[in-house]
């Protein structure tokens, strides 16, 4: 059971870090997108 958990967290992990990627992108290219149409 140790090891189905030690996996479990590492996905959890995984997932985590790939919500977090997404969120920046899509921050990132809402805040370019502004900038090129010149709304900073």
């Known amino acids: 059971m140790k090891p189905d ?3 479990q967290r590492r996905g959890n992990r995984r997932v985590g ?3 977090t990627a ?3 992108a899509v921050f ?3 805040i370019v997108r502004q ?3 010149g709304g900073l």
């Open 5 to 7: 958990l030690e996996q």
């Open 17 to 19: 870090l790939a919500l």
């Open 22 to 24: 997404l969120a920046l």
């Open 28 to 30: 990132v290219t809402t």
């Open 35 to 37: 900038w090129m149409s």
